[in-house]
């Protein structure tokens, strides 16, 4: 036994041994709307919940956000609403409006001219609508909604009439679509069928991220988020091929994932309201923003069932101290790598300061070296689970050559440029 007493020492240290961090590479500018966009509808009382909207400095706001933009006409009275709430969260909310598309009923207001008189109502209003989203989720009318006859000419031809009665009314607007339901699978499939019918006239080319229905282990869980990069490479693939994109691959079409959220399944808490769902959401939006997305639309801002940073009741979910974490993360965003393959880093460059988040993908602490050259460390704050049961404020790490960073936390490290 003695003989093998060294070894299991030697492995046990290295294994103990603090990660280190090398930065590398050129940076990617982190897009305005890159990162703590939120979906809201009606169902979502912004006004009961003031404080936690603010305190994430939504960047935009995508209205009415999922399946009830198809269920619902989109009235005067409804952006009414919409611009009440942009106007609670205290900062420069951008808008993304959703029109609606599928109809559920014969008098239902999907027709281009409908759209235009949302238009008119915007303007009416002085809502400055950023995008209009053409419909949601189109992808799925044909099995969910039980329609086969919407395929991706059908929507294509759609999107131009609604975009053609919109501009009527509004020469500058700018377009989103087709909002499908997965960054895989059948859902890629319509993407690539309507890029390559209407190219010519998408100026957000969109798609949402759902990968789990909350039954995966938590490891295989986060396991999932570095898979939203791979998509944003597809889609830009699919963009730049003449073959596949024949009336648009010289253009300049932006990328937006207008919802996302670990789990899909509303009714199920699960991967949703819990700490394994935060921090997957986190790292999805950090990815997103590294990868030169420039929109993107956490579902949801509050109380969509399991959905939302906090519940009806006002409650906080980890998903709020997440956002309130990621806030931070603007500028530049810089190629990070570390040693340990559980510590996840993501590094942005803003004037002096430097941003660091790392999610701690363990269940148990890690050790994390501080060292960055031509900075020095001036703070940070993480939070668990607990933190958030507790409804306390972050905990304050104190600063030294390494940091000890809690099992399933998000850490905030920032740095100031040395003279």
């Known amino acids: 036994m003695r003989r093998f007493l060294l070894p299991l020492l030697l492995s046990a240290t290295a294994s103990a041994a603090p ?71 205290g900062g420069n909310t951008a808008a993304i409006v959703q029109t609606r598309v599928f109809a559920t009923r014969s008098d239902a207001r999907n027709r281009p001219e409908d759209a235009a008189q949302a238009a008119r109502d915007a303007k009416a209003l002085g809502l400055n609508v950023t995008y209009w989203e053409i419909g949601n989720e189109p ?38 679509g087709p909002a499908v339901s997965k ?10 069928g309507f890029v390559k019918a209407c190219g010519d006239v998408v100026d957000l080319l969109t798609w949402h991220e759902y990968p789990t229905d909350g039954t995966a282990t938590d490891e295989e869980a986060l396991a999932t ?23 648009g691959h010289t253009r300049d079409i932006r990328l937006g994932v207008t919802e996302y959220s670990l789990s899909w399944r509303s009714d199920r808490p699960r991967h949703l309201a819990d700490q394994v769902g935060a921090l997957w959401a986190a790292e ?8 030169g997305v420039n929109v993107t639309s956490y ?5 969509a069932g399991n959905h939302g940073l906090v519940d009806l009741a006002g409650v906080p979910r ?38 660091l ?38 905990i304050r790490l104190k600063l030294g050559p390494t940091l000890d960073l809690p099992g399933r936390s998000l850490t905030r490290l920032v740095y100031k440029r040395l003279p």
Request: proline share 8%.
């Open 299 to 303: 579902f949801a801002i509050v109380a």
């Open 139 to 176: 992808d799925l009318y044909a099995t969910n909604r039980g329609d086969p006859s919407w395929t991706p000419e059908r929507y294509c031809q759609t999107f131009r009439a609604q975009r053609g009665a919109i501009l009527g009314v509004d020469p500058g607007a700018k377009f989103a």
């Open 225 to 247: 988020a570095p898979s939203v990069t791979q998509h944003v490479g597809f889609v830009r693939d699919v963009l730049r091929d003449p073959d596949r994109n024949p009336l």
């Open 357 to 394: 988040l790392v999610t701690n993908t363990a269940t148990e602490a890690h050790q994390l070296t501080t060292n960055m050259p031509g900075y020095t460390l001036i703070g940070a704050k993480t939070f668990t689970e607990q933190t958030v049961q507790d409804e306390a404020d972050f």
């Open 19 to 89: 990660a280190t961090l090398t930065v590398a590479g050129p940076g990617t500018p982190i897009a305005p709307l890159a990162v703590n966009g939120f979906n809201t509808s009606w169902q979502m009382p912004l006004a009961e919940a003031v404080d936690a909207v603010r305190s994430v400095a939504p960047t935009s706001l995508r209205f009415p956000g999922g399946n009830v933009g198809d269920e619902n006409d989109l009235t005067d009275k409804a952006l009414a609403y919409f611009k009440a709430n942009l106007g609670l969260t």
């Open 183 to 192: 960054g895989t699978g059948p859902a890629m499939t319509f993407l690539e």
């Open 284 to 291: 999805a939006d950090l990815r997103l923003a590294e990868a």
């Open 318 to 355: 980890p998903t709020l101290y997440a956002f309130q974490q990621l806030k931070h993360f603007r500028g530049t965003a810089l190629p990070v790598q570390s040693s340990d393959p559980a510590l996840w880093p993501h590094l942005s460059e803003d004037g002096p300061l430097r941003t």
